[in-house]
T-cell receptor, first 118, second 114 residues
Framework: AQKVTQAQTEISVVEKEDVTLDCVYETRDTTYYLFWYKQPPSGELVFLIRRNSFDEQNEISGRYSWNFQKSTSSFNFTITASQVVDSAVYFCALSEAGLLQGAQKLVFGQGTRLTINP | SAVISQKPSRDICQRGTSLTIQCQVDSQVTMMFWYRQQPGQSLTLIATANQGSEATYESGFVIDKFPISRPNLTFSTLTVSNMSPEDSSIYLC???????????FGQGTRLTVV
């Protein structure tokens, strides 16, 4: 069975600090996808990144970066120079690489509530 | 990409009643997914809605409580039946449009049962 663990329930930092959100996953699939979503207080899910299991290249997008390590089954997310607007709940998720197009059924971690204080 | 319109965005319902949530997608998709997010919790998959066949429910969710319709490739409904306060949650529908895309989510329906 697939499982995603986000051990950090809540993180609170001061603005401009760097912060890393941890994500560890379990799957027996050899091909799978990993996701990060942001959920601000308004409740909608904002897509941040999707990573294929065969692509271990780390990615940077502005202040955001992701470190995918298949050897440790981790897909960590770092925010550099955090801002108050980064305050939200962040979810890591996993889906199998279904043969059927669009069959992206996600297993979510418990989420990490990130608070950036001014 | 896919744009998902979910209705209603929120509702307050009396216990014992039922609420039907609608999910409309701007393109044809094979599968639609319904998730529940209880207060302060993560998202849990309720069921997968397949066009032309019965929905596939995850463990802990049953059709009598959460009947789903999928009349065509762009629309689905989820009904929360015989509601109790424990059903107070955000309900979200989701689609995937291809093998190399994100999973798209509707804006969610925030349900409060009193």
């Amino acid at each position: 069975a697939q499982k995603v663990t986000q051990a950090q329930t809540e993180i609170s930092v001061v603005e401009k600090e760097d912060v890393t959100l941890d994500c560890v996953y379990e799957t027996r699939d050899t091909t799978y996808y990993l996701f990060w979503y942001k959920q601000p207080p308004s409740g909608e899910l904002v897509f941040l990144i999707r990573r294929n299991s065969f692509d271990e290249q780390n990615e940077i997008s502005g202040r955001y970066s992701w470190n995918f390590q298949k050897s440790t089954s981790s897909f960590n997310f770092t925010i550099t120079a955090s801002q108050v607007v980064d305050s939200a709940v962040y979810f890591c998720a996993l889906s199998e690489a279904g043969l059927l197009q669009g069959a992206q059924k996600l297993v979510f971690g418990q989420g990490t509530r990130l608070t950036i204080n001014p | 990409s896919a744009v998902i319109s979910q209705k209603p965005s929120r509702d307050i319902c009396q216990r014992g009643t039922s609420l039907t949530i609608q999910c409309q997608v701007d393109s044809q998709v094979t599968m639609m997914f319904w998730y529940r997010q209880q207060p302060g919790q993560s998202l849990t998959l309720i069921a997968t809605a397949n066009q032309g066949s019965e929905a596939t429910y995850e463990s802990g969710f049953v059709i009598d409580k959460f009947p789903i319709s999928r009349p065509n490739l762009t629309f689905s409904t989820l009904t929360v039946s015989n509601m109790s306060p424990e059903d107070s949650s955000i309900y979200l529908c989701s689609v995937g449009t291809g093998m190399n895309t994100e999973a798209f989510f509707g804006q969610g329906t925030r349900l409060t049962v009193v």
